[in-house]
T-cell receptor, first 110, second 113 residues
């Protein structure tokens, strides 16, 4: 079992819709969770971090964390074509090592 | 401006050559990392460092070595490049403590022919 699991997609949403990206993790003791955006040919860019149960909002992005279910998600409201990218979920495990998912490819259709 | 820099951006080199990928950051972070990423694939940790004179191997040490003589500098060396080393190499740093994620450099795309 992988430490972090994401649906690889591709996920396609129309412009203006809500994109929902999901991630599950196996280390129940994990404390910090991150979402990165990676454009094709570029390096990952941190867009959200969360470490408390519940929701954290930053502009059009909302991260949701449920530690009991070992589940973290990212919602993108009013999706724009510029949001088209691969989104990586990362989890900081109890051993201080970071684990990355394989990423979900998102395409926003104009 | 605080940032993390990688050079070269692209490198094509012959088999058997020794190469060093450079990484420097101006943020004063103690923790630095090297990752390898193939297109469409997950990131694999190669080496990491928690401070000067501290280096550790990751899951994919990949016949490479690193050094950390100064806080800001974390170069990666391949002693003898092979075609299997063809990949994107990403350097990252972070602040210590919970809630701090990585800042990645722009990467070095290496091709070994």
């Amino acid at each position: 079992q992988k430490e972090v699991e994401q649906n690889s997609g591709p996920l396609s949403v129309p412009e203006g819709a809500i994109a929902s990206l999901n991630c599950t993790y196996s280390d129940r003791g994990s404390q910090s969770f991150f979402w990165y955006r990676q454009y094709s040919g570029k390096s990952p860019e941190l867009i959200m971090s969360i470490y408390s149960n519940g929701d954290k909002e930053d502009g059009r992005f909302t991260a949701q964390l449920n530690k009991a279910s070992q589940y973290v998600s990212l919602l993108i409201r009013d999706s724009q074509p510029s949001d088209s990218a691969t989104y990586l979920c990362a989890v900081k495990g109890t051993g201080n090592q970071f684990y990355f998912g394989t990423g979900t490819s998102l395409t926003v259709i104009p | 401006e605080a940032d993390i820099y990688q050079t070269p951006r692209y490198l094509v080199i012959g088999t058997g050559k020794k190469i060093t990928l450079e990484c420097s950051q101006t943020m004063g972070h103690d923790k630095m990392y090297w990752y390898q990423q193939d297109p469409g694939m997950e990131l694999h940790l190669i080496h990491y460092s928690y401070g000067v004179n501290s280096t550790e191997k990751g899951d994919l040490s990949s016949e490479s070595t690193v050094s950390r003589i100064r806080t800001e500098h974390f170069p990666l060396t391949l002693e003898s490049a092979r075609p299997s080393h063809t990949s994107q190499y990403l350097c990252a740093s972070r602040e210590a403590g919970e809630g701090y994620g990585y800042t990645f450099g722009s990467g070095t795309r290496l091709t070994v022919v």
